[in-house]
C-alpha cells in the first residue's frame, strides 16, 4: 500500500478543498440552471443538463478545481510570492483567463455531444459550440468560474493565515467546550536576535525573519508538526503526543531545522551578513485546549507543560546546548538510537517547586553510525 509523505499529505489536504469547493458550486449553479430553465426553451448556445450531462459537468467542475489547487498550491503561489498585490491580481486574471478558455474548449464540445447524441466531431456541436461564445451561456459560465474561484482563493487564505488544524477545528467544533490532551510542545528561540535587529534595522530584519519561517517550514511539515504561535523571533511548535515520538518527529524536526538553515547560509551572508542560529526546548504532558476570544477567537492551551518548554529553553544559553529536553520526552521515545543524551543535573526551574531532569540532544552523524556499525 502506497504511504504518502507528510509533504505530500500536507499538499493533498491543501489542494482537496479546491475540488470540493468546486464540486458544490457547480452543482448549486446546474440545479439553478435546470431550474430556472424548467421546462421552457434552452438559451442559445447552452446546454441542457440532463442526467448524462449533469453527471459529467459536476465532475469536470470539481477536477477543474483540483487542477486550479495545484496551481496554486504548488506553483503560482511561488511565482508571485514577490509581486506587488496588483501585479499578483493581474498575473492571476490572465493566467486564469487563459486556463479556463482551454478547459472550456476541451469540456464544452463533450458536453455538447452528450446532450445532442452525437460523436464530438459532428457539426452540431461545433455549431453549439460556435453559438456559445456570443451568448449569454458564456457569461453565465464565466460568472460560476469566477465565483468559484474567489470562494476557493478566500478559503486558501483565511487557511493560510489560521493554519489548517485551527480552521478544521472551528468548522468541525472541536474546542468549542475545552478538552484535555497529551501534547508536546517545542520552544524555538533564535541566537542573537536582538543583535541582529539591530544591525538590520525594521525592515530588513522583518524580510530576515520572513526568510527564516519560510526556510524552516518544509521541515515542521516533514516532521508533520503545527505551528502554534509566532512570538517575534520564537516559534512555539506542537504535536499530539502519539505524532510528535512517532519516528522521533519532535526531536528529529529541530534537526532537519537546523540543516535547512545550513544549506542556506551563504545566501543569507550574502544577503543580510548573518546566518541565523536557534536554540530549542522540549517538554510533554497534559494541557487544556479550547476557544478563547470575545472580539478574536483563537484556538489556545494552557498548562504548566508550556511554562516548563519555555523555561527549559531558557537553559540552553548557560548550558551552551542548543536543544535541551525533558525526562519526559526522552522516556517517550522509544527508540534512543541516532542521538547523544547529556544528563544534565536536575534543576529548579523558576516558578517550579520541583526539580526538572534535563538533557542535552546531539544527533548522531552518518559517519559515526558507519565507524561503530
Known sequence: MLKLSPKARWNLSRIIPF?????????????????????????????????DVFLFASFSVMVSGLLVGVLEVLFVNQWFS????????????????????????????????????????????????????????????ALQLTFSLLLSLLYASIRENLGYSVLAHFFTG?????????RIFMFLDMKSSTRIAESLGHLRYFDFLQRYYDDLANAIIQSEGEVYQYVGDEIVLTWPLAKGIADHNCIHCFFAMKRALVRKAAKYDKKFGHI?????????????AGEVGAL???????GDVLNTAARIQGLCRPTQEELLISQEVKDAVSDLSGFYFTLLDSIHLEGKQLPVTVYGVREVSISEVQLTG
Open 82 to 141: 514577490k509581486a506587488s498585490l496588483v501585479k499578483t491580481i493581474a498575473y492571476k486574471f490572465l493566467l486564469y483567463l487563459f486556463l479556463f478558455t482551454i478547459l472550456i474548449s476541451i469540456l464544452y464540445p463533450i458536453a455538447a455531444s452528450i446532450e445532442l447524441e452525437v460523436p464530438v466531431t459532428d457539426p452540431a456541436v461545433w455549431e453549439k459550440f460556435r453559438l456559445f461564445w456570443s451568448g449569454q451561456a458564456l457569461w453565465s459560465t
Open 19 to 51: 475540488g470540493v469547493i468546486w464540486g458544490v458550486v457547480g452543482i448549486v449553479f446546474i440545479i439553478s440552471d435546470v431550474l430556472a430553465i424548467g421546462s421552457g426553451p434552452v438559451p442559445e448556445g447552452a446546454i441542457k443538463p440532463d442526467l
Open 174 to 182: 472541536k474546542y468549542h467546550t475545552p478538552k484535555e490532551e497529551e
Open 276 to 288: 541565523p542560529e536557534f536554540k530549542a526546548g522540549i517538554h510533554l504532558g497534559a494541557v487544556t
Open 296 to 302: 478574536k477567537k483563537e484556538i489556545v492551551f494552557t
